[in-house]
Protein backbone atom coordinates (compact mmCIF):
# COMPACT_ATOMS: atom_id res chain seq x y z
CA UNK A 1 0.00 0.00 0.00
CA UNK A 2 2.64 2.47 0.37
CA UNK A 3 3.87 2.31 -3.24
CA UNK A 4 0.57 3.49 -3.89
CA UNK A 5 0.72 6.19 -2.09
CA UNK A 6 4.74 7.20 -2.86
CA UNK A 7 3.22 6.69 -6.51
CA UNK A 8 0.02 8.73 -6.61
CA UNK A 9 2.04 11.84 -4.63
CA UNK A 10 4.33 11.71 -7.05
CA UNK A 11 2.08 12.21 -9.89
CA UNK A 12 0.16 14.99 -8.40
CA UNK A 13 1.27 18.50 -9.40
CA UNK A 14 -0.22 22.05 -9.38
CA UNK A 15 -2.55 22.72 -11.36
CA UNK A 16 -1.16 23.95 -15.14
CA UNK A 17 -1.50 27.85 -15.77
CA UNK A 18 -3.63 28.16 -19.05
CA UNK A 19 -4.96 31.42 -18.77
CA UNK A 20 -1.89 33.92 -19.41
CA UNK A 21 -4.01 36.77 -20.09
CA UNK A 22 -5.95 37.27 -17.89
CA UNK A 23 -2.62 37.28 -15.59
CA UNK A 24 -1.24 39.36 -17.58
CA UNK A 25 -4.04 41.65 -17.79
CA UNK A 26 -4.37 41.62 -13.70
CA UNK A 27 -0.48 42.89 -13.73
CA UNK A 28 -1.07 45.54 -16.47
CA UNK A 29 -4.16 46.89 -14.33
CA UNK A 30 -1.91 47.05 -10.70
CA UNK A 31 0.98 48.74 -12.70
CA UNK A 32 -0.97 51.29 -14.33
CA UNK A 33 -3.53 51.99 -10.97
CA UNK A 34 0.24 52.47 -9.01
CA UNK A 35 1.08 54.62 -11.37
CA UNK A 36 -1.84 56.38 -11.68
CA UNK A 37 -1.56 57.20 -7.65
CA UNK A 38 1.50 58.02 -8.08
CA UNK A 39 0.73 61.19 -10.60
CA UNK A 40 -2.39 61.84 -8.40
CA UNK A 41 0.44 62.37 -5.50
CA UNK A 42 2.45 64.34 -7.30
CA UNK A 43 -0.22 66.67 -8.64
CA UNK A 44 -0.92 67.21 -4.70
CA UNK A 45 2.45 68.18 -4.41
CA UNK A 46 2.75 70.45 -6.86
CA UNK A 47 -0.46 72.27 -6.16
CA UNK A 48 0.59 72.63 -2.65
CA UNK A 49 3.36 74.54 -3.87
CA UNK A 50 1.44 76.77 -6.37
CA UNK A 51 -0.56 77.75 -2.80
CA UNK A 52 2.37 78.94 -1.26
CA UNK A 53 3.65 80.57 -3.94
CA UNK A 54 3.54 84.08 -2.10
CA UNK A 55 6.45 82.47 0.14
CA UNK A 56 9.23 85.11 -0.70
CA UNK A 57 12.44 83.59 -1.96
CA UNK A 58 14.89 81.84 0.89
CA UNK A 59 17.88 84.30 2.13
CA UNK A 60 21.15 83.10 1.16
CA UNK A 61 23.93 82.83 3.39
CA UNK A 62 26.34 85.77 3.74
CA UNK A 63 29.64 85.77 2.40
CA UNK A 64 31.33 85.77 5.63
CA UNK A 65 28.35 84.38 8.21
CA UNK A 66 31.24 84.88 11.16
CA UNK A 67 32.74 82.46 13.43
CA UNK A 68 30.19 79.53 14.79
CA UNK A 69 29.15 78.65 17.80
CA UNK A 70 27.22 75.19 17.40
CA UNK A 71 27.44 72.82 14.36
CA UNK A 72 25.69 69.99 13.76
CA UNK A 73 25.03 66.94 11.65
CA UNK A 74 21.69 65.22 10.79
CA UNK A 75 18.35 64.96 8.85
CA UNK A 76 16.05 68.25 7.74
CA UNK A 77 12.74 66.84 8.24
CA UNK A 78 10.75 69.61 6.45
CA UNK A 79 8.87 72.79 7.71
CA UNK A 80 5.49 73.72 8.54
CA UNK A 81 3.68 76.62 8.98
CA UNK A 82 4.18 77.28 12.85
CA UNK A 83 2.40 75.65 15.30
CA UNK A 84 0.33 73.52 12.68
CA UNK A 85 2.79 70.47 12.71
CA UNK A 86 0.72 68.56 9.95
CA UNK A 87 0.72 71.81 7.36
CA UNK A 88 4.08 71.14 5.39
CA UNK A 89 5.47 73.95 3.44
CA UNK A 90 6.57 73.05 0.04
CA UNK A 91 7.37 75.94 -2.19
CA UNK A 92 11.35 76.76 -2.62
CA UNK A 93 12.16 73.40 -2.00
CA UNK A 94 11.57 73.50 1.79
CA UNK A 95 9.45 70.50 2.08
CA UNK A 96 12.46 67.99 0.54
CA UNK A 97 13.71 66.01 3.15
CA UNK A 98 17.82 66.20 2.96
CA UNK A 99 21.12 65.27 5.07
CA UNK A 100 21.52 68.29 6.69
CA UNK A 101 24.55 70.60 8.14
CA UNK A 102 23.33 73.16 10.45
CA UNK A 103 25.96 76.15 11.68
CA UNK A 104 24.50 78.81 13.93
CA UNK A 105 26.69 82.04 14.12
CA UNK A 106 25.91 85.64 15.24
CA UNK A 107 24.36 86.55 12.26
CA UNK A 108 22.16 83.58 12.36
CA UNK A 109 21.63 79.96 11.24
CA UNK A 110 23.18 78.53 7.89
CA UNK A 111 21.26 75.32 7.17
CA UNK A 112 23.30 73.59 4.16
CA UNK A 113 21.42 71.09 2.42
CA UNK A 114 23.24 68.31 -0.72
CA UNK A 115 20.98 67.55 -2.71
CA UNK A 116 18.48 70.47 -1.98
CA UNK A 117 18.39 73.91 -1.59
CA UNK A 118 20.35 75.46 0.96
CA UNK A 119 19.05 78.44 3.43
CA UNK A 120 19.48 80.75 5.77
CA UNK A 121 17.87 82.03 8.94
CA UNK A 122 18.67 85.57 10.24
CA UNK A 123 18.67 85.96 13.84
CA UNK A 124 16.62 88.72 13.66
CA UNK A 125 13.94 86.01 12.16
CA UNK A 126 14.42 83.40 15.22
CA UNK A 127 11.72 83.09 17.01
CA UNK A 128 11.52 80.12 18.92
CA UNK A 129 14.02 76.51 19.28
CA UNK A 130 12.22 73.48 20.84
CA UNK A 131 12.37 69.94 21.22
CA UNK A 132 9.60 67.77 20.09
CA UNK A 133 8.20 64.77 18.93
CA UNK A 134 6.85 65.43 15.34
CA UNK A 135 6.36 67.39 12.06
CA UNK A 136 4.44 66.51 9.24
CA UNK A 137 5.15 62.97 8.04
CA UNK A 138 7.71 62.33 10.92
CA UNK A 139 7.12 61.47 14.50
CA UNK A 140 9.59 60.12 16.56
CA UNK A 141 9.84 59.71 20.69
CA UNK A 142 9.20 63.08 22.91
CA UNK A 143 12.05 65.55 21.97
CA UNK A 144 13.29 63.65 19.24
CA UNK A 145 13.52 66.24 17.13
CA UNK A 146 14.81 70.29 17.12
CA UNK A 147 12.11 72.20 15.77
CA UNK A 148 13.21 75.84 14.76
CA UNK A 149 10.71 78.93 14.56
CA UNK A 150 12.02 81.56 12.18
CA UNK A 151 9.87 84.70 10.51
CA UNK A 152 9.83 84.58 6.56
CA UNK A 153 8.09 87.31 5.04
CA UNK A 154 4.48 87.81 7.12
CA UNK A 155 4.55 83.68 8.02
CA UNK A 156 6.12 82.15 10.78
CA UNK A 157 7.51 78.37 9.88
CA UNK A 158 8.92 75.45 11.96
CA UNK A 159 11.78 73.61 10.62
CA UNK A 160 12.57 70.57 12.22
CA UNK A 161 16.03 68.68 11.89
CA UNK A 162 17.15 65.60 14.10
CA UNK A 163 21.11 65.33 14.61
CA UNK A 164 23.07 62.77 14.03
CA UNK A 165 23.69 62.88 17.84
CA UNK A 166 20.31 62.90 19.35
CA UNK A 167 22.20 64.38 22.80
CA UNK A 168 23.27 67.42 21.31
CA UNK A 169 19.95 68.54 20.60
CA UNK A 170 19.10 70.51 23.74
CA UNK A 171 22.45 72.31 23.97
CA UNK A 172 21.13 73.49 20.89
CA UNK A 173 17.64 75.04 22.20
CA UNK A 174 19.34 76.62 24.89
CA UNK A 175 21.76 78.55 22.45
CA UNK A 176 18.97 79.21 20.14
CA UNK A 177 16.50 80.32 23.29
CA UNK A 178 19.35 82.79 24.37
CA UNK A 179 20.51 84.45 21.21
CA UNK A 180 16.90 84.59 20.61
CA UNK A 181 16.41 86.67 24.06
CA UNK A 182 19.72 88.86 22.87
CA UNK A 183 18.01 89.76 19.49
CA UNK A 184 15.25 90.47 21.16
CA UNK A 185 16.79 93.01 24.14
CA UNK A 186 18.62 94.48 21.41
CA UNK A 187 15.65 95.03 19.13
CA UNK A 188 13.54 97.01 22.13
Known sequence: MTPVLITMAAEQKSAEVTDWAARIGWVVGLLLF????????RQGWKWRGSLQSDLPELPTAPAEPGEAKLTMTGRYHGSTTAGQWLDRIVAHG??????????????GLVVERPGAQDFFVPAAALREARLDKGIAGKVLAEGGLLIVTWAHGDKLIDSGFRSDHAAGQSEWVDTLTNMIKTTEGTAR
Open 94 to 107: LGTRSRAELTLTDQ
Open 34 to 41: VVFVYWLM
